[in-house]
C-alpha cells in the first residue's frame, strides 16, 4: 500500500458522458498530481495543486477539469472526451515539490476507456 | 529539448543479473529517481541519486554519472517478481519530473 487510492480503478465512458476519477492521499503531503500514462509513452503531467492551490496545468484540453477541496483530495472531472484519451490516469501526492529530493507517491491508477 | 532515453524492453534469467540503463539531456539537473511499475499496479519508487556513485539497496543499486548525463539500474538475484517496468525520472532546473517511457523487464525461469 502506497497510502494513495484511486476510485474507480476501471472506467469506460461514450464520448457524451461525464464522469469523475476520485484521489486521496493518506500521507499528510501538501502536493498532488494527475498524470496520464498511455503505452510505451512516458508519464505526462497534466496537473499539480500545492496547498489546494493549481501550479501546473500542461496545456490539458477543457474536458479535462481538475478539482482540489484539500490537501487530501483530488478529482479529475471527464466531459464530452475523445476515443485517444483512452490511458491509464494516475495520481500522486508528495511532500514539497520545491525540493529536490522530493519523492512522489502514486495510487494504483484508472484505467480509462473511451468508446 | 529534454529527453530520457532507456531501452523499451529487456529479458534476463531468474538469478541473474541485469543492468537496466537510462540517459538524459535535461535543462538543469535535481537528482534522479527509479520506480518500478508492475503491470496494472502503481509506480513505487525505488531509488534516487544526486551525487555521482553508487547507492545499494539491498538486491538493487542504482549509479549515476553526472558529467555523461548516465544512470543504471542494477538489479542482482533475479526473482520472477521481478518482471516489471522500470521507470527513470530527472528533476530539471525548475523541479519538474522528466520521465522516460520505462523499460519492461521479462524475467524467465
Known amino acids: 500500500e502506497t497510502g494513495v487510492t484511486q476510485t474507480p480503478r476501471h472506467l469506460v465512458m461514450g464520448m457524451t458522458n461525464k464522469k469523475s476519477l476520485k484521489c486521496e492521499q493518506h500521507?499528510?503531503?501538501?502536493?498532488m498530481y494527475w498524470y496520464k500514462q498511455s503505452a510505451k509513452k512516458p508519464l505526462e503531467l497534466m496537473f499539480v495543486y500545492n496547498f489546494k492551490e493549481q501550479t501546473e496545468n500542461n496545456s490539458v484540453p477543457s474536458r479535462f477539469s481538475p478539482e482540489c477541496p484539500n490537501s487530501s483530495h483530488l478529482f479529475l472531472h471527464l466531459h464530452t472526451l475523445q476515443p485517444e484519451d483512452s490511458a491509464l490516469y494516475l495520481c500522486?501526492?508528495?511532500?514539497?515539490?520545491?525540493?529536490?529530493?522530493?519523492?512522489?507517491?502514486f495510487g494504483p491508477g484508472t484505467r480509462l476507456t473511451v468508446l | 529539448g529534454q529527453n530520457i532515453d532507456q531501452p523499451t524492453e529487456m529479458t534476463a534469467t531468474e538469478g541473474a543479473i541485469v543492468q537496466i540503463n537510462c540517459t538524459y539531456q535535461?535543462?538543469?539537473?535535481?537528482?534522479l529517481f527509479w520506480y518500478q511499475q508492475h503491470a496494472g499496479e502503481a509506480p513505487t519508487f525505488l531509488s534516487y541519486?544526486?551525487l555521482d556513485g553508487l547507492e545499494e539497496k539491498g538486491r538493487f543499486s542504482s549509479f549515476l554519472s553526472r558529467s555523461k548525463g548516465y544512470s543504471y539500474l542494477l538489479l542482482k538475484e533475479l526473482q520472477m517478481k521481478d518482471s516489471a517496468s522500470y521507470l527513470c525520472?530527472?528533476?530539471?532546473?525548475?523541479?519538474?519530473?522528466?520521465w522516460g517511457a520505462g523499460t519492461k523487464l521479462i524475467i524467465k525461469p
Open positions: 541519486n544526486v
Open positions: 500522486a501526492s508528495s511532500q514539497d515539490p520545491g525540493s529536490g529530493t522530493d519523492t512522489q507517491y
Open positions: 525520472a530527472v528533476r530539471d532546473s525548475n523541479y519538474q519530473l522528466i
Open positions: 535535461t535543462s538543469g539537473f535535481n537528482g
Open positions: 500521507l499528510g503531503h501538501n502536493a
